[in-house]
């Protein structure tokens, strides 16, 4: 099946940095990729929709000038949380999808943010 | 709020058992999908279901849908303890561009 990788894995940083993820689709072109947010023993819920070449969609509630999404290319979406606070430590996972197809997920990112 | 909700919230069954997870959900929807995730891991698909099916099979797996209902079942048979993880639902429903919508999830621990 279709691969998608995160970067990096697990990353700890001091509040007020920012801390870039990255989401690349492996070995197949997704015009379409979406960032997840999950706190613990709970579900995912989507942060935004990221199509190349435009603008993401951000859903209700969610930041846009904190997580800041760009996606260059057909293989690579990256999402940069700004200004990390506390409260933004979470596990983030993003999914990328093919005309058509279903959505295949990366490994997830785990940000701590101290 | 939330589309896709399972129950129960947490199962723990005998390794050898059958496992049964329901999903119900609010909107009309394109297909329903199950996700298995282990404990800090990304997700895994386990199946998609389209609308238009009432029962799908893929080895050990067989899902349900009622979209009268609008529910749906996962039935994992012969449980292993490798099978222990999180369960979850997510629909992509209609018009939302492919958007999928998760519930909250069920935790299945299997005993060996």
């Known amino acids: 099946g279709a691969v998608v990788s995160q970067h990096p894995s697990r990353v700890i940083c001091k509040s007020g940095t920012s801390v870039k993820i990255e989401c690349r689709s492996l070995d197949f072109q997704a015009t379409t990729m979406f960032w997840y947010r999950q706190f613990p023993k709970q579900s995912l819920m989507l942060m935004a929709t990221?199509?190349?070449?435009?603008?993401?969609?951000?859903e209700q509630g969610v930041e846009k000038d904190k997580f800041l999404i760009n996606h260059a290319s057909l293989t690579l979406s990256t999402l940069t949380v700004t200004s990390a606070h506390p409260e933004d430590s979470s596990f983030y996972i993003c999914s990328a999808m093919a005309p058509g197809e279903t959505q295949y997920f990366g490994p997830g990112t785990r940000l701590l943010v101290l | 709020s939330q589309q896709g909700e399972e129950d129960p919230q947490a199962l723990s069954i005998q390794e050898g058992e059958n496992a049964t997870m329901n999903c119900s959900y609010k909107?009309?929807?394109?297909?329903l999908q199950w996700y298995r995730q282990n404990s800090g891991r990304g997700l895994v698909h386990l199946i998609l279901i389209r609308s238009n099916e009432r029962e799908k099979h893929s080895g050990r797996l067989r899902v349900t849908l009622d979209t009268s209902k609008k529910s749906s079942s996962l039935l994992i048979t012969a449980s292993r303890a490798a099978d222990t993880a999180s369960y979850f639902c997510?629909?992509?429903?209609?018009?939302?561009?492919?958007?999928?919508?998760f519930g909250k999830g069920i935790t299945l621990s299997v005993r060996p």
């Open positions: 990221s199509n190349e070449g435009s603008k993401a969609t951000y």
């Open positions: 909107t009309s929807i394109n297909n």
């Open positions: 997510a629909t992509d429903a209609a018009g939302a561009n492919s958007k999928l919508t």
